[in-house]
């Protein structure tokens, strides 16, 4: 059943936080926001719980843990895509991306990178929550990039980021680190030997120019271009030519500053915020949201931090509420175009989540998709 209004709740705009505001809902869109409670039609009472926007996920890989938790073990891809669908609704992510890798190496391969793009597109509309596809291409391999050049045909991929773990650079600088990332996702000694040889012999003049044929299909197929892993100024510069409109995770803050300076949305991890690092030792989204580098935080692994990296950067008084909640919902929309989600203004898709107190710790109660209550994890209490 369609909801009319959600009431009594601490409504998170982007101006502030309205107490004891409703949220008046007309169909599938947010009519507005009233001081007082709506009485007709179907309500909600949100207890005095926080009132926020369905939270917008550019980039998770989460997907990939559904269909193969292990390197020798799958699931059938309709379970997969219904645990992550779930995850996601739980989580408080009305709109998600799935990151998804068609490459050679470790755990993944091009097939199945296949697979998973095929799966996202039969069975995204019949979720919980909102599916996209964020393609990555992995630059080095010739065979990566054909797959993702004739995946974008298709018309299905909303983000296609350009990718280079070559060991030595980007986020595998620390040759020691690469070599504890990749034996832990599942790669053997003669995998990892392999990618070092082969870092060795690369031809960035050829890395280049796929470069230029995947920001060519992009533009020609409606994808959003991203760059991922940027390691200096020079290669923020150079990607921004070939029409890169969002900066994914870049390992410093030189990076970060000259994204910024260049009109380039800042993507960044909401785990390395609750973790407060980086898994290898890059740069630290707490700094990059404190020095006003930050855009927008994304799940990359793990959905439930979105929630926790919002509420955690402002209890920590690195940012405002509002802000930081920003950064999970019309930061992202924003970054991609999607100008219909990520506020609780008028005229928005009417989908919200909210948000009480377990454990400690803020906890999604109810997640709302086009004025509907598809995922209801239990009452909390009110914050």
Known sequence: MTLRAVNNGRVVTREGVIEGGSVVLEGDRIAGISPRAERSGETLDAGGRYVLPGMVDL??????????????????????????????????????????????????????????????????????????????????????????????????????????????????????????YWSGDGADEEQIAAALAEAKEGDHGLAMDRAERVARAAKEHGAVLASHDDDSEERVETLARLGVEISEFPVNAASAHRAKELGIAVSMGA????????????????GAAASGFLDALCSDYHPPSMLQAAFGL??????????????????????????????????????LILVGERLGLPAVTHTIVGGTVVSETGTGNAR
Do not use: Y
């Not at 995204?124 to 996209?132: A, N, W």
């Not at 785990?271 to 707490?286: C, D, H, Q």
């Not at 175009?337 to 928005?348: I, K, N, P, S, V």
């Open 59 to 180: 980039h998770t890989d989460a997907i990939e843990k559904q269909l193969a938790p292990r390197p020798s073990v799958e699931f059938p891809e309709a379970l997969a895509f219904l645990e992550m669908d779930r995850l996601f609704a739980a989580s408080g992510v009305t709109t998600g991306f799935h990151g998804v890798s068609p490459m050679n190496g470790r755990s993944r391969g091009i097939e199945r990178g296949r697979r998973l793009c095929g799966m996202v597109a039969r069975f995204g509309g019949e979720g919980l929550v909102r599916h996209e596809l964020h393609l990555r291409c992995e630059l080095p391999q010739e065979e990566a990039v054909r797959a993702v050049e004739d995946v974008l045909r298709g018309g299905v991929v909303r983000i296609v980021s350009l990718m280079d773990h070559t060991p030595g650079q980007g986020q595998f600088r620390d040759l020691e680190w690469f070599r504890r």
């Open 314 to 351: 402002a209890r920590e008084k690195l940012l405002a509420l509002p802000d930081a909640v920003a950064l999970v919902t019309s930061g992202p929309a924003r970054a991609v175009g999607m100008d219909d989600r990520g506020e609780l203004g008028e005229g928005a898709l009417a989908d």
């Open 271 to 286: 785990p390395n915020v609750v973790r407060g690092r980086s898994s290898g030792g890059n740069l630290s989204a707490r």
